[in-house]
């Protein structure tokens, strides 16, 4: 009897021990995420001010503020087609205070774009926590062009080469590399007027300085609603549901021609899992509040997924599309 005692009595003193221990390693992270957010957590939109990363970006931190508590600040960072604040961000300490609300290019499109490619590894830096919007992209022109259509643009550019130049929001940008799919699949020659965001450039279109851009949709949708720029076409696989009647690319002869773009939110490569559990959790109920779907909507956006496998797949899948891209393109920037 007292040798099974002792058996038993030594069994409950190492599960006490195993459990001190497991509570001992466990502990810190739950803490830590219990009183997440300690500080204003910084949302680094890595471009330009007024565009789509502008627009859906704040309106997901307003959302993350209300559901997590705290204050959740989109700060631009803009530069080199991203990688600037993508970079700042990777460097940051991974402790859930700083993150990137980045499309493709600063997550590897940049370093197959660039010639001396960004300062970090976009492969190992960052860690999604959610694909937070999809987007449409339209591609609008001037009033002032004589053209109403793609295939009245295709022969314009052909008849007059050299003569029509496309805007875009930056070198690498999702705008940028559309055109220059657009230039490759109808064998045109268009000049690329790269902007320092879609502020400046969209005001240059308006003004006729240069003659068609490749916009998303939300930033590009009030000026056509008030016909101050003409949408000539959508560019992804079907048609956008703000724009109904405008067909896309591919309906108007260059078959195959599929472009969009879509913003995740990513944090540091090393931020604790409870935190990501966390920022996941709450970034999942902001994409199926009513509120984020009728304000995506109405921009001609759609949510999402905060699924980790669903948002990495995806990710991985689109910056490998747009590096093909430029592989075909023949686009670089020294």
């Known amino acids: 009897m007292h040798d099974l005692n002792r058996i038993f009595l030594g069994r409950v003193s190492l599960s006490a021990v195993s459990l001190i221990a497991w509570t001992g390693l466990a502990a810190p992270g739950d803490a830590f995420a219990q009183k997440y957010p300690e500080r204003e957590v910084r949302i680094i939109n890595p471009y330009a001010p007024g565009g789509s990363a502008d627009i859906?970006?704040?309106?997901?931190?307003?959302k993350m503020a209300e559901i997590i508590?705290?204050?959740?600040?989109?700060?631009?960072?803009?530069?080199?087609?991203?990688?600037?604040?993508?970079?700042a961000v990777a460097k940051a300490s991974p402790d859930g205070h700083t993150l990137l609300y980045s499309a493709a290019g600063p997550l590897g499109v940049n370093h197959k774009l660039f010639a001396r490619p960004p300062a970090y590894d976009p492969d190992t830096a960052f860690t999604p926590i959610a694909v937070v919007v999809l987007t449409p992209i339209v591609l609008a022109a001037t009033q002032k062009l004589p053209a109403?259509?793609?295939?009245?643009?295709?022969?314009?550019?052909?008849?007059?080469?050299?003569?029509?130049n496309f805007g875009s929001a930056g070198i690498g940008s999702a705008p940028h590399l559309s055109g220059e799919m657009f230039k490759s699949m109808a064998k045109i020659d268009i000049a690329h007027v790269p902007y320092k965001g879609t502020g400046p450039a969209m005001a240059d279109l308006v003004g006729g300085?240069?003659?068609?851009m490749f916009d998303l949709l939300p930033a590009a949708i009030q000026q056509i609603r008030t016909n101050t720029i003409r949408a000539l076409a959508t560019a992804g696989a079907k048609r956008a549901a703000a724009l109904p009647d405008v067909p896309t690319v591919s309906e108007q002869g260059l078959t195959g021609f599929d472009t969009s773009t879509w913003f995740a939110l990513m944090a540091p490569a090393g931020t604790p899992e409870p935190i990501?559990?966390?920022?996941?959790?709450?970034?999942?109920?902001?994409?199926?509040?009513?509120?984020?779907?009728?304000?995506?909507a109405d921009l001609g956006s759609e949510p999402g997924t905060a699924d980790e496998k669903e948002a990495r797949a995806f990710i991985k899948s689109e910056v490998d599309k747009w590096a093909e891209v430029v592989r075909i393109s023949g686009a670089k920037v020294d």
């Open 56 to 62: 859906t970006g704040r309106l997901l931190a307003q």
């Open 69 to 87: 508590g705290g204050q959740f600040i989109v700060e631009n960072r803009a530069g080199a087609g991203g990688s600037i604040g993508a970079e």
């Open 148 to 164: 109403n259509n793609v295939k009245e643009l295709i022969e314009l550019a052909r008849k007059q080469p050299g003569t029509v």
């Open 209 to 212: 300085h240069i003659q068609i």
């Open 276 to 296: 990501l559990a966390r920022l996941r959790s709450a970034a999942a109920q902001a994409l199926k509040s009513d509120e984020i779907i009728k304000r995506f």
